[in-house]
């Protein structure tokens, strides 16, 4: 059987009714029938039957133990943070996202977590930067905007010999594409208001273990925390779960086209998009994806100012101009003004997010016509003649 057609199964009949929706149990609480005495549930915050089904099928989808669903991605980064005590460290991607640079520098650091950056694109950067302190590694790869990889396979390894838990953020690949427990991470987290929920319809996060210990950990976290999702919000999770392996295929066959496109733009400096054999990271990415590399591209443009990146951005018509990923619809944003402002400009350029960096969000409508918009917005916001860039509109490398 397929993973496919596995995960779509996966998602439970309602056994009382027959329904081929699980339920939405909009309860808070739950009628016992002794003090301790009950059908597996007692109070919302603990558990619910529609967030317990969402949970299971994202453990299958990671192939890991448990599965946890949170509030939002950035509860989910909270909730894996409060593993650690004070005087831990933490070992991240340096070109991280925003909110969770912010989480860590100004909420974490001052409880006593120490957090050192560095460029996971070479495990041995990792390898040298650990210490005695060293409790965990912190991935993105994806890294969100510029797309950088790193080598899972080999950070745990390096993670493992040091007795060091390894985090992957997978949002950007998803699991159709990736699976970080499988190359041997310990725990998995999501924004799932992306590519799992996949309608931009709502805020969501998940962490993934990849044993019972550690789920045993987060569960409490997760019960004492209290940042859990809302059943109607799980419902729409598994909904969007419902269509993930489609979805993912569209967006990154319609990126790879776009990607090759913009690598030809005469306007256009840098393309940032780990399916293109011109990727630094190409090569580990293709070892470590399967089936695409996903819907997000980042560029910069030669006029690499603040001003021409937002002469494009407010220029498209189907591309919309906002954050977040992974919906329908195509979105488009300036990470240095949006996204990743909250991290220092220095810092922000150092991490290759540079003035003139806008990031892509391919959605679902023809490729052909996104790259269409996307000539006109940059005809619009450029010098560059018209007659330079129509041979372009269908190219490919």
């Given at each position: 059987m397929?993973?496919?057609?596995?995960?779509?199964?996966?998602?439970p009949?309602?056994?009382?009714?027959?329904?081929?929706?699980v339920?939405?149990?909009?309860?808070s609480?739950?009628?016992?029938?002794?003090?301790?005495?009950?059908?597996?549930y007692d109070?919302?915050r603990?558990?619910?039957?529609?967030?317990?089904?969402?949970?299971?099928?994202?453990?299958k989808?990671?192939?890991?133990?448990?599965?946890?669903?949170?509030?939002s991605?950035?509860?989910?980064?909270?909730?894996?943070?409060?593993l650690?005590?004070?005087g831990?460290?933490?070992?991240?991607?340096?070109?991280i996202?925003?909110?969770?640079?912010r989480?860590f520098?100004?909420?974490y650091?001052?409880?006593?977590?120490?957090?050192?950056?560095?460029?996971?694109t070479?495990?041995?950067?990792?390898?040298?930067?650990?210490t005695?302190?060293?409790r965990?590694?912190?991935?993105?790869?994806p890294?969100?905007?510029t797309?950088?990889?790193?080598?899972?396979?080999a950070?745990?390894?390096?993670?493992a010999?040091h007795?060091?838990l390894?985090?992957?953020d997978?949002?950007?690949?998803s699991?159709?594409l990736?699976q970080?427990?499988?190359?041997?991470?310990?725990?998995v987290?999501?924004?799932?208001?992306?590519?799992l929920?996949?309608?931009s319809?709502l805020?969501a996060?998940a962490?993934v273990?990849?044993?019972?210990?550690?789920?045993?950990?987060?569960?409490?976290?997760?019960?004492?925390?209290?940042?859990?999702?809302?059943?109607?919000?799980?419902?729409?999770v598994?909904?969007?779960?419902?269509?993930?392996?489609?979805?993912?295929?569209?967006?990154?066959?319609?990126?790879?086209?776009?990607a090759?496109?913009?690598?030809?733009?005469?306007?256009?400096?840098?393309?940032?998009?780990?399916?293109?054999s011109?990727?630094?990271?190409h090569?580990?990415a293709?070892?470590?994806?399967k089936?695409?590399y996903g819907?997000?591209?980042?560029?910069t443009?030669?006029?690499?100012t603040?001003?021409?990146?937002c002469a494009?951005?407010?220029a498209?018509r189907?591309?919309?101009?906002?954050?977040?990923?992974?919906?329908?619809?195509?979105?488009?944003?300036?990470?240095a003004?949006?996204?990743h402002?909250?991290?220092?400009?220095?810092?922000?350029?150092?991490?290759?997010?540079?003035?003139?960096?806008?990031?892509?969000s391919?959605?679902?409508?023809?490729?052909?016509?996104?790259?269409?918009?996307?000539?006109?917005?940059?005809?619009?916001?450029?010098?560059?003649?018209?007659?330079?860039?129509?041979?372009l509109?269908?190219?490919?490398?």
């Amino acid at each position: 059987m397929t993973k496919q057609t596995d995960l779509i199964h996966a998602i439970p009949v309602d056994e009382l009714t027959g329904a081929i929706s699980v339920p939405i149990y909009q309860t808070s609480t739950f009628v016992q029938d002794a003090p301790g005495v009950n059908k597996g549930y007692d109070y919302a915050r603990s558990n619910n039957p529609t967030r317990h089904a969402l949970e299971s099928v994202l453990a299958k989808l990671e192939g890991g133990d448990r599965a946890f669903a949170f509030a939002s991605g950035l509860a989910a980064i909270d909730a894996v943070i409060k593993l650690l005590d004070a005087g831990d460290q933490v070992i991240a991607v340096q070109d991280i996202y925003g909110g969770a640079y912010r989480l860590f520098t100004h909420i974490y650091s001052r409880l006593g977590i120490d957090v050192v950056y560095v460029d996971t694109t070479d495990a041995e950067n990792v390898r040298n930067a650990i210490t005695d302190r060293t409790r965990l590694i912190w991935l993105e790869t994806p890294t969100n905007p510029t797309l950088r990889i790193s080598d899972i396979a080999a950070i745990a390894e390096i993670a493992a010999a040091h007795n060091v838990l390894l985090c992957v953020d997978n949002t950007f690949a998803s699991p159709v594409l990736q699976q970080p427990l499988l190359l041997g991470a310990d725990i998995v987290v999501h924004s799932a208001t992306k590519y799992l929920g996949g309608h931009s319809d709502l805020i969501a996060g998940a962490v993934v273990t990849k044993d019972a210990e550690l789920g045993d950990r987060i569960k409490f976290i997760q019960n004492a925390s209290g940042a859990i999702l809302a059943p109607h919000d799980s419902w729409l999770v598994l909904r969007g779960i419902e269509t993930l392996y489609l979805r993912v295929q569209q967006h990154s066959e319609s990126a790879l086209e776009i990607a090759k496109w913009l690598l030809l733009h005469p306007a256009v400096d840098q393309v940032y998009y780990p399916g293109l054999s011109s990727h630094p990271n190409h090569e580990v990415a293709a070892g470590q994806h399967k089936g695409g590399y996903g819907g997000v591209i980042s560029f910069t443009l030669k006029t690499d100012t603040e001003e021409a990146a937002c002469a494009v951005v407010t220029a498209t018509r189907l591309f919309k101009l906002a954050e977040s990923l992974g919906g329908v619809k195509s979105l488009l944003c300036h990470p240095a003004t949006m996204t990743h402002k909250s991290v220092p400009a220095e810092r922000r350029r150092m991490s290759g997010v540079a003035d003139s960096l806008v990031r892509l969000s391919v959605g679902l409508e023809s490729a052909e016509d996104l790259i269409a918009d996307l000539e006109q917005a940059l005809l619009t916001a450029s010098t560059v003649a018209k007659s330079d860039v129509e041979e372009l509109r269908f190219a490919v490398v």
